[in-house]
């Protein structure tokens, strides 16, 4: 069980909007604690997407923006393309567990 | 050009220990946090420890404090994983992750893994 909860999958046709959201609690998320996003595409190592919140590391698509409230953040990426099918994981820092959180990953499919 | 290479991997047996060693270049390896951080076939992300630049501190997840242990040498550009006391559970792919700055606790590159196999 993941301390930050996604959805196991989102799915949407080329050209749609998803949204991938990222829930914690108030010893990672809730408490300031930046969230960064990675995504992987299939066979390959994780890249950074999105980090500190909001931002894009260069070469990035604005494409993928992201955001955060409260205990919860999310992800959105417009303008689907097939390319984007790949899992995307939240990830943040837990003062209560000292460390580093990851959650369980979404998997997105582009109908 | 960064890159990071983990060796160390293989297949053990319960209760067995193994070292996984990961070569660091393309940067100031003393500069930074590194991290370990595993994927089990099939499934998600797990953090597994983080040291500091300097080593002077290291933290680990609650899944292998006490069995595992993180270290770096910095004269070497090298960072290690001591895995004791090793169960199934931790058969997983194991990624050396660079850390954006000395403490910023997320990650910038990625090495391409060790596999480690804990079966009898």
């Known amino acids: 069980q993941s301390v930050l909860t996604q959805p196991p999958s989102v799915s949407g046709a080329p050209g749609q909007t998803v949204i991938i959201s990222c829930s914690g609690s108030s010893s990672n998320i809730g408490a300031g604690f930046h969230v960064h996003w990675y995504r992987q595409l299939p066979g390959t190592t994780p890249k950074l997407l999105v980090y500190g919140d909001k931002s894009r590391p260069s070469g990035v698509p604005d494409r993928f923006s992201a955001s955060k409230s409260g205990t919860s953040a999310s992800l959105a990426i417009t303008g689907l393309q097939t390319e984007d099918e790949a899992d995307y994981y939240c990830?943040?820092?837990?003062?209560?567990?000292?460390?580093?959180?990851f959650g369980g990953g979404t998997r997105l499919t582009v109908l | 050009e960064v890159q990071l290479v983990e060796s160390g991997g293989g297949l053990v047996q319960p209760g067995k220990s193994l070292r996984l060693s990961c070569s660091a270049s393309g940067f100031t390896f003393q500069n930074y946090a590194i991290h370990w951080v595993r994927q089990p076939p099939g499934k998600g992300l797990e953090w597994v420890a983080g040291i500091s630049w300097n080593a002077t501190h290291s933290a680990h997840a609650d899944s292998v404090r006490g069995r595992f242990i993180i270290s770096r040498d910095n004269t070497k550009n090298t960072l290690y994983l001591q895995m004791n006391g090793l169960t199934p559970e931790d058969t997983a792919l194991y990624y050396c992750?660079?850390?954006?700055?000395?403490?910023?606790?997320?990650?910038?590159?990625w090495g391409q893994g060790a596999l480690v196999t804990v079966s009898s």
């Open positions: 990830q943040s820092f837990d003062s209560s567990l000292s460390g580093v959180v």
């Open positions: 992750a660079k850390d954006v700055s000395p403490s910023s606790y997320y990650f910038d590159y």
